[in-house]
């Protein structure tokens, strides 16, 4: 552990940066082993897993994230969750301190920088067993997921090329993401003039001096100083260049278009705030649940409120683990607040389920493909995939994804442009559809947009070992969709929200079908999106233009489960195709309160 006499707690240990040779493949294990408890404790208490006491694998966690249960004092009381981290530390034979209250009301403590694995686990376990804590897990260290290459090349394949590009200048008649805002959470923000029209403000939430290098901590200025680093650094024996990653990941979703230079964004009119989280090394669980926070307009202590609010949030990010409790409720606050978050797959071509936050709930996981439509050769893969987009393969520099850089191999240099490959890059495809989908219509709520990207997609060109969620992601048909309630394909969508009253009458959702003569399909697949606490009151019925009806689901007293997502085959060959069908939908019982998003049929 490096110490530094000049360190702002004085004599004190500074902290350590966790060892990047970790992070190559992931930064938090899942495996079954055990870290044995301190000798103290008795000797039949329960271990803590490893992946509760490590910020990556091997290394002990120096921070912790606890949230405790609604009502408990440290829950509102900074002083009373500073006097229960203390306390907490007195009965582990560790020294804990309160540090900061995180955006989502969570509290981050400090394990001093000394710890072991077994220290960790005997404060966990503390925190474990007083029935006032939701949850405590590892403030763990993310990473950038993309893998750099600087060859330089003109071709944006990506967008356009039949074969496995996004079909992007078909939407382009439609929306060109005006009046959207994207907030990408990552290294900041070098200058280049083929972003800075789209730029607004942003927040650097580093709060880490030696993971920032930019001599401080938090603060307005979300600039990219650099992420490189020297030889014996960050556990790698060879050193690294600075991979301006934020400014390539923006470039795709919204460099300048028809300027004359450069490359083109895929929603050109949006604008983009730049987060910063990701510094030497990585960055933190900690700083990025304030980002998500802030960026989707929540309120962090110490933070000045956001006046650019994002729609759209951008993660090409990640380690190994499940899912945090912590990371988990910050990202379900920026979705009850109407922000889509879009994250990267994974580039360990392993299961997502075992990378976060791939593996989150609430948000849209973005795998890979190359030039050919094949999956990518790193690309994570699994059923916790979403969606496939371009991520690239420079194993031919031209075959990558080309976006907006900057020549300078440790600070900024000159402003450049230059291939890379990773979910990193295929993820900001993602949050580019995302914000021309919002231009389009406004209304649409996280999950509409997540199921329109979905129904939408068009079969991988190429092969998926794995799965790679709903196929390839198709820009044109998508945008017409939720624009127009049909797209210029199959599918006919209607993405107005109606409440279900609860134990009440049904509600009734239209969508008329034009244009298609006949009768409709032996397979038509409706498409439905339900947010409901317990969907067993739920029975949904589809009524065909003549008034038949068809069941979809019925009520089940057995089914707790929340909400309805779901697409059904039904046997409509009797039924006229065109006309107006209608989604009907009714609560059979007291309690449960819940909302019909939207749904679809695809003929």
Same mark, same amino acid.
């Given at each position: 552990?490096?110490?530094?006499?000049?360190?702002?707690?004085?004599?004190?240990?500074?902290?350590?940066?966790?060892?990047?040779?970790?992070?190559?493949?992931?930064?938090?294990?899942?495996?079954?082993?055990?870290?044995?408890?301190?000798?103290?404790?008795?000797?039949?208490?329960?271990?803590?897993?490893?992946?509760?006491?490590?910020?990556?694998?091997?290394?002990?966690?120096?921070?912790?994230?606890?949230?405790?249960?609604?009502?408990?004092?440290?829950?509102?009381?900074?002083?009373?969750?500073?006097?229960?981290?203390?306390?907490?530390?007195?009965?582990?034979?560790?020294?804990?301190?309160?540090?900061?209250?995180?955006?989502?009301?969570?509290?981050?403590?400090?394990?001093?920088?000394?710890?072991?694995?077994?220290?960790?686990?005997?404060?966990?376990?503390?925190?474990?067993?007083?029935?006032?804590?939701?949850?405590?897990?590892?403030?763990?260290?993310?990473?950038?997921?993309?893998?750099?290459?600087?060859?330089?090349?003109?071709?944006?394949?990506?967008?356009?090329?039949?074969?496995? $590009?996004?079909? #992007?200048? %078909?939407?382009?008649?439609? *929306? /060109?993401?005006? &009046?959207?805002? +994207? @907030?990408? =959470?990552?290294? !900041?923000?070098?200058?280049?003039?083929?972003?800075?029209?789209?730029?607004?403000?942003?927040?650097?939430?580093?709060?880490?001096?030696?993971?920032?290098?930019?001599?401080?901590?938090?603060?307005?200025?979300?600039?990219?100083?650099?992420?490189?680093?020297?030889?014996?650094?960050?556990?790698?024996?060879?050193?690294?260049?600075?991979?301006?990653? $934020?400014?390539? #990941?923006? %470039?795709?979703?919204?460099? *300048? /278009?028809?300027? &004359?230079?450069? +490359? @083109?964004? =895929?929603?050109? !009119?949006?604008?983009?705030?730049?987060?910063?989280?990701?510094?030497?090394?990585?960055?933190?669980?900690?700083?990025?649940?304030?980002?998500?926070?802030?960026?989707?307009?929540?309120?962090?202590?110490?933070?000045?409120?956001?006046?650019?609010?994002?729609?759209?949030?951008?993660?090409?990010?990640?380690?190994?683990?499940?899912?945090?409790?912590?990371?988990?409720?910050?990202?379900?606050?920026?979705?009850?607040?109407?922000?889509?978050?879009?994250?990267? @797959?994974?580039?360990?071509?392993?299961?997502?389920?075992?990378?976060?936050?791939?593996?989150?709930?609430?948000?849209?996981?973005?795998?890979?493909?190359?030039?050919?439509?094949?999956?990518?050769?790193?690309?994570?893969?699994?059923?916790?995939?979403?969606?496939?987009?371009?991520?690239?393969?420079?194993?031919?520099?031209?075959?990558?994804?080309?976006?907006?850089?900057?020549?300078?191999?440790?600070?900024?240099?000159?402003?450049?442009?230059?291939?890379?490959?990773?979910?990193?890059? @295929?993820?900001?495809?993602?949050?580019?559809?995302?914000?021309?989908?919002?231009?389009?219509?406004?209304?649409?709520?996280?999950?509409?947009?997540?199921?329109?990207?979905?129904?939408?997609?068009?079969?991988?060109?190429?092969?998926?070992?794995?799965?790679?969620?709903?196929?390839?992601?198709?820009?044109?048909?998508?945008?017409?969709?939720?624009?127009?309630?049909?797209?210029?394909?199959?599918?006919?969508?209607?993405?107005?929200?109606?409440?279900?009253?609860?134990?009440?009458?049904?509600?009734?959702?239209?969508?008329?079908?034009?244009?298609?003569?006949?009768?409709?399909?032996?397979?038509?697949?409706?498409?439905?999106?339900?947010?409901?606490?317990?969907?067993?009151?739920?029975?949904?019925?589809?009524?065909?233009?003549?008034?038949?009806?068809?069941?979809?689901?019925?009520?089940?007293?057995?089914?707790?489960?929340?909400?309805?997502?779901?697409?059904?085959?039904?046997?409509?060959?009797?039924?006229?195709?065109?006309?107006?069908?209608?989604?009907?939908?009714?609560?059979?019982?007291?309690?449960?309160?819940?909302?019909?998003?939207?749904?679809?049929?695809?003929?």
């Amino acid at each position: 552990m490096r110490t530094s006499p000049s360190s702002p707690r004085g004599s004190s240990p500074r902290r350590k940066l966790i060892s990047v040779a970790a992070l190559s493949v992931a930064l938090l294990t899942t495996a079954s082993g055990q870290v044995a408890l301190a000798q103290e404790a008795p000797s039949d208490a329960p271990a803590v897993p490893a992946a509760r006491t490590e910020a990556a694998p091997g290394t002990p966690a120096e921070r912790l994230i606890v949230g405790y249960t609604s009502g408990a004092a440290e829950a509102e009381s900074d002083k009373a969750a500073a006097a229960d981290a203390a306390a907490k530390g007195r009965k582990a034979g560790e020294d804990v301190g309160f540090q900061r209250r995180l955006g989502t009301g969570a509290a981050l403590v400090d394990l001093g920088g000394h710890a072991s694995g077994a220290d960790v686990a005997d404060v966990v376990a503390e925190y474990s067993a007083d029935p006032q804590v939701a949850y405590v897990v590892p403030d763990r260290l993310n990473k950038p997921l993309a893998t750099p290459n600087d060859t330089e090349y003109t071709k944006q394949w990506d967008l356009f090329e039949a074969t496995a $590009g996004m079909r #992007v200048p %078909g939407a382009w008649d439609l *929306a /060109t993401g005006s &009046g959207v805002t +994207v @907030a990408v =959470i990552d290294t !900041g923000y070098v200058a280049h003039s083929d972003l800075a029209a789209n730029i607004v403000g942003g927040y650097d939430f580093i709060s880490d001096t030696a993971v920032s290098v930019d001599g401080n901590g938090r603060d307005s200025n979300p600039a990219d100083p650099g992420d490189w680093y020297a030889a014996g650094e960050c556990g790698q024996a060879t050193g690294g260049n600075s991979s301006w990653h $934020g400014t390539h #990941v923006a %470039g795709t979703i919204a460099a *300048a /278009t028809n300027n &004359g230079k450069g +490359v @083109a964004g =895929i929603a050109y !009119g949006a604008k983009i705030s730049p987060v910063r989280v990701l510094g030497k090394c990585g960055g933190y669980d900690s700083d990025i649940i304030d980002a998500i926070t802030w960026a989707s307009g929540g309120t962090v202590s110490g933070v000045p409120a956001n006046a650019d609010v994002a729609e759209v949030i951008n993660m090409s990010l990640g380690g190994g683990g499940a899912c945090s409790t912590a990371t988990q409720s910050a990202i379900n606050g920026a979705v009850s607040r109407g922000t889509t978050v879009v994250v990267a @797959a994974g580039n360990e071509n392993q299961n997502a389920a075992n990378s976060s936050p791939a593996n989150c709930g609430n948000v849209i996981t973005v795998a890979a493909t190359d030039r050919s439509g094949n999956r990518a050769s790193y690309s994570n893969y699994g059923t916790t995939v979403d969606i496939a987009a371009p991520g690239g393969e420079t194993a031919t520099a031209a075959n990558g994804i080309l976006s907006t850089l900057n020549s300078g191999t440790r600070t900024p240099s000159t402003e450049n442009y230059a291939f890379y490959q990773g979910t990193s890059m @295929a993820t900001p495809h993602i949050a580019g559809l995302a914000a021309l989908m919002k231009s389009a219509n406004p209304s649409l709520t996280p999950a509409q947009i997540e199921s329109a990207v979905k129904s939408n997609a068009r079969a991988l060109p190429g092969t998926c070992s794995g799965g790679c969620g709903a196929g390839l992601a198709d820009a044109a048909k998508t945008v017409q969709a939720v624009k127009g309630g049909t797209s210029t394909g199959s599918t006919y969508a209607s993405s107005t929200a109606v409440s279900i009253p609860d134990n009440g009458s049904a509600i009734e959702s239209p969508i008329t079908v034009t244009g298609r003569g006949g009768n409709a399909p032996a397979a038509l697949q409706v498409g439905v999106d339900i947010t409901h606490t317990y969907r067993g009151d739920l029975v949904v019925d589809l009524v065909a233009p003549d008034g038949s009806v068809y069941r979809l689901k019925s009520a089940s007293s057995s089914d707790s489960a929340d909400d309805v997502r779901a697409t059904y085959t039904v046997d409509a060959s009797a039924e006229t195709a065109g006309g107006t069908w209608k989604l009907r939908v009714r609560d059979t019982a007291s309690y449960d309160t819940g909302r019909l998003n939207g749904w679809q049929l695809t003929f």
